[in-house]
């Protein structure tokens, strides 16, 4: 339940952010942050959820996360403007950080048996693919019937029930050795991420040589390389840099963030063009897009079973072709493309998403210690959220900047050099999966490791 609501916020908020826009008369820029406040605050706070469970109780955390969601949530709904709904999209975001990374610490601690633990994670799992399929059509549902403000409001209610059966059923557990806290790398990987984000989405607007959005860049440049040996230097570090020695990891951390940037950028754009290039209703949009949504369901369990069979190295080359492909034929879209060319592109990236998904925490994993996995585990998680708010933030500076003007049917024409970008990301991610997973690959990460 905690997972569906996580995951339905990403596609159904898409879905509404015509209506939004409308509604509360914000800018480009402000569309791009009500996707992205919540992604920025979800990255950033995600290992640190993970440890502070760990440390003082898992249940009395998921049920502070789901209390936090849920009246997020609420306040959400009730936002009078869209400098509110960005406060409260923060909010909602401390308290999904709290959610799922505990969710899984809660199902490996309640399932000792292996079989049972594995069926417990793939049903987890497979409610992500259900949440892409219900998403986009939901969401396009309670924006026709009652108004953006219901697909906050429609999360209320779960929150609540799964809240209260946590309390009746879930036991409560900690590590035996939980992490050390480290706060310093933690401010500066939020520091880094902000500054990031903030100069990417602002910079059409200030100006991308004006003295404001220069610093921000300098700042991101210098917490980054202020982390590596702060981290270095400390003997349970947030990150652990030395995890990147192995091409495996770094393959899969790099291929996360890529990825997931096609999944923010192709949800952002293509609600923007299907509303208000084409003149869709939010159901139809959502109904369109419903290609993309079966093949991540359909081909993430298949790519699952082959990783498990023959690696990753066979899903992550699809993948890499496959949203290539997908990206290739939206890059000449108009308002009038016929609807069966859409849904091959939209299919083909939904396919490569699906494809993708699993490999990356398959590579991130393989090969690290045993008492590791966990950390390399959140370190994948954190790089495809990551990828999600920088996808919604390159993707959308590119076509239309802070300004309203893009909006309407010149969008489709604006979008294309973002389309070509995401078909760039295809091919990296073909190129990181033909060399990441080689034997010599593989080889390099145990001397790395060692």
């Avoid at 406060?87 to 909602?92: G, S």
Wanted: glycine share 10%.
């Amino acid at each position: 339940m905690s997972i569906l609501i996580v995951s339905l916020d990403t596609t159904i908020v898409n879905v509404a952010l015509p209506a939004i826009h409308r509604s509360l008369h914000g800018s480009f820029s402000g569309l791009q942050w009500t996707i992205d406040a919540y992604t920025l605050v979800l990255a950033s706070l995600l290992m640190l959820a993970g440890s502070t469970a760990d440390r003082i109780g898992r249940k009395r955390v998921f049920q502070v996360g789901l209390a936090v969601f849920s009246l997020a949530s609420l306040l959400c709904a009730l936002a009078p403007s869209l400098g509110a709904l960005v406060a409260a999209r923060v909010l909602q975001a401390i308290g999904g950080s709290m959610l799922n990374p505990v969710a899984m610490s809660i199902i490996r601690n309640v399932f000792e048996d292996a079989q049972e633990r594995a069926q417990a994670i793939g049903v987890w799992a497979g409610v992500v693919g259900i949440s892409m399929v219900l998403g986009p059509v939901v969401g396009g549902a309670l924006v026709d019937s009652g108004g953006w403000r219901w697909v906050f409001l429609v999360n209320v209610p779960i929150g609540i029930l799964a809240l209260l059966l946590t309390a009746l059923l879930v036991p409560e557990s900690r590590a035996p050795h939980p992490r050390r806290r480290d706060p310093v790398g933690q401010a500066i990987v939020m520091t880094m991420l902000f500054s990031l984000t903030y100069s990417i989405i602002e910079g059409p607007r200030a100006g991308w040589d004006s003295p404001g959005i220069v610093a921000l860049f300098a700042l991101a440049v210098a917490c980054l390389a202020t982390l590596v040996p702060y981290e270095l230097r400390r003997p349970e570090p947030l990150i652990d840099p030395r995890f990147f020695r192995s091409p495996p990891f770094a393959g899969a951390s790099a291929t996360a963030v890529l990825a997931f940037a096609v999944l923010g950028g192709f949800l952002f754009l293509n609600t923007i063009y299907l509303q208000d290039a084409r003149g869709l209703s939010p159901l139809e949009a959502g109904l369109y897009t419903s290609p993309m949504a079966l093949g991540w369901l359909i081909f993430g369990p298949l790519s699952g079973r082959l990783v498990g069979k023959l690696g990753p190295r066979p899903s992550l080359l699809v993948a890499g072709v496959a949203i290539t492909t997908g990206a290739a034929l939206l890059t000449a879209i108009t308002p009038y493309t016929a609807p069966g060319y859409l849904f091959a592109a939209y299919a083909a990236v939904g396919l490569g998403l699906g494809l993708v998904n699993p490999p990356i925490t398959n590579a991130a994993v393989s090969g690290m210690p045993s008492a590791q996995a966990g950390v390399a585990s959140a370190v994948a998680s954190t790089s495809r959220l990551v990828g999600v708010t920088l996808g919604v933030a390159v993707c959308g500076a590119i076509a239309g900047g802070a300004t309203t003007a893009a909006i309407g049917p010149g969008f489709a024409a604006a979008s294309h050099p973002a389309w070509w970008l995401m078909t760039a990301f295809g091919v990296a991610i073909l190129a990181l999966g033909a060399v990441t997973t080689t034997e010599r690959a593989k080889a390099s990460a145990a001397r790395a490791l060692a």
